[in-house]
C-alpha cells in the first residue's frame, strides 16, 4: 500500500544531514564597550547596531563598570579606551590592559586611544591585545578591527606598520616623545593630570622612587628643566 510504500521509499534514502552553516560564516561578537565619554559611547552603539555580526550587550563608563560587568558575563570583545583617569580600583591604561588579559583571557581586547606614540603602541601589542584604534582616525576603523578579529586576525591601525616617519611639523616633537619608554610615558600621563609622585606611584603600583626616577628621566629625553616646561611640553604635543 501506499503507507508501505512511502517507509520503503524514506528507508531507501540516505540519512538526511542537518545543513551545513554557510562557509565561511563569521562568529557574531558579543561585544562590551568601556569609555568615559557618553558621546562617544553613543556613537559606537549606533554604528556597530547597524552590523548584524555584532551585539553590544553592555556599554559602561569606568574601568571598575567594567571588570564587574565581565566577572557577571564574560564577552567575546572588550573595547575600551586607554584613558580613563579616576578610577581607584583598577586605574586605566596599560595597567587596566594587563588586568584584563591576565583575568579575562578568553575575551579579545581592543583598545581605543589618542596616543600615537610607537613604543606604547607596540608594549600594547606586546601585552596581548588584538586590536588598536585611534580616536582621530575614522570611527569606521573600529568595524574593520572587529572583522578582523572574527577571521581571527591582529588588526593594527594605518600606517602603523610604515617606516615610522611622522609629519614634518611635528618630527622633531615626536622623535623625543617616542623615545619614552612606556613606563616613562605612564608615569608623565598621570602627573600631568596634576597627581603628586605619592599618587602616581599609588595609581601606578611603584614605589615613590622609582616613579620619581622614571620622571627625572623622561624629563632628560624630552630636554626639559622644569615641571612647568614639561607640562607646556606635554600639552603642545598632546
Known amino acids: 500500500n501506499v503507507l508501505v510504500q512511502s517507509r520503503i521509499l524514506v528507508q531507501n534514502e540516505p540519512y538526511a544531514q542537518p545543513a551545513p552553516l554557510t562557509a565561511p560564516r563569521m562568529q557574531r561578537l558579543r561585544i562590551v564597550i568601556a569609555d568615559?565619554?557618553?558621546?562617544?559611547?553613543?556613537?559606537?552603539t549606533d554604528l556597530l547596531h547597524k552590523d548584524l555580526s555584532f551585539d553590544v550587550v553592555a556599554t559602561l563608563g569606568s574601568p571598575t563598570a567594567l571588570v564587574e560587568q565581565l566577572a557577571r558575563d564574560p564577552a567575546h570583545v572588550v573595547i575600551t579606551d586607554y584613558s580613563m583617569p579616576g578610577d581607584e580600583v583598577y586605574g586605566d591604561g596599560i595597567r587596566l590592559i594587563k588586568y584584563l588579559l591576565r583575568h579575562y583571557p578568553d575575551t579579545r581586547v581592543v583598545v581605543l586611544t589618542m596616543v600615537s606614540n610607537p613604543m606604547i603602541i607596540s608594549a600594547l601589542y606586546d601585552a596581548g591585545v588584538d586590536a588598536v584604534v585611534f580616536k582621530h582616525d575614522n570611527l569606521g576603523e573600529i568595524v574593520t578591527a572587529l572583522h578582523a578579529l572574527q577571521l581571527g586576525r591582529k588588526y593594527y591601525p594605518p600606517g602603523f606598520q610604515r617606516d615610522g616617519t611622522l609629519a614634518a611639523r611635528s618630527k622633531f616633537i615626536g622623535e623625543r616623545v617616542n623615545s619614552l619608554s612606556p613606563k616613562e610615558f605612564e608615569v608623565l600621563r598621570h602627573f600631568i593630570r596634576g597627581e603628586s609622585m605619592m599618587q602616581v606611584a599609588d595609581s601606578l603600583k611603584r614605589?615613590?622612587?622609582?616613579?620619581?626616577?622614571?620622571?627625572?628621566?623622561?624629563m632628560r629625553k624630552l630636554n626639559v628643566q622644569t615641571d612647568q616646561e614639561l607640562v607646556t611640553f606635554c600639552v603642545e604635543s598632546g
Request: hydrophobic letters at 50%.
Open 36 to 44: 568615559d565619554h557618553p558621546l562617544v559611547l553613543m556613537a559606537m
Open 207 to 218: 614605589s615613590v622612587k622609582t616613579v620619581s626616577g622614571q620622571k627625572i628621566s623622561a
